[in-house]
């Protein structure tokens, strides 16, 4: 029978996967299909990606999984065991990555693209592809080194 602890890394696992997933694509994909497109629609495009991506089944998963990071490496490192440091550093990760990078540069960054006329594409959309894509590669890394670490101290504390 799994421990609280372990049930809390698997949902952890899933959030992080789900969310780090996402940004993955949006490296991957997302954003360099809106770079190919004339500035006023690719940015256009980002601006309306913005305001749909603020639901609940974004948010849950994003916000929810942040708070089972926090609860996960608390308890982890409380319990000890084997294990315990990896949880403890996966939930980190994704609190640093996903969460920390997100809040503190790319939502800024679309907060001050949804002020921006489309008029202005031409010069400030390659400007704001480029900042937003080298913080979602970090959050995405960040993101994935966190889902390897709860899965690493997972296993670890199963023995």
């Known amino acids: ?54 639901r609940p089944l974004f948010l849950l998963p994003f916000l929810g999984t942040a708070l089972l990071c926090v609860l996960l490496g608390g308890g982890a490192l409380w319990q000890g065991g084997a294990g315990a440091i990896a949880l403890a550093a996966g939930a980190l990760a994704y609190l640093l990555g996903p969460l920390g990078i997100t809040t503190a540069f790319n939502v800024p960054l679309n907060n001050r693209l949804a002020r921006v006329d489309l008029r202005e594409a031409q010069v400030l959309w390659p400007r704001y592809a480029h900042d937003w894509l080298r913080w979602n590669h970090v959050r995405t890394a960040l993101g994935a080194l966190s889902i390897a670490l709860l899965a690493w101290g997972l296993a670890l504390s199963h023995h």
């Open 1 to 54: 029978m799994p421990t609280l602890l372990q049930l809390a890394a698997i949902a952890a696992l899933v959030g992080a996967g789900l969310i780090t997933g996402l940004l993955f694509a949006f490296s991957l994909v997302v954003m360099r299909a809106l770079l190919e497109l004339p500035p006023e629609e690719g940015m256009s495009t980002m601006q309306r990606i913005n305001v749909l991506i603020v």
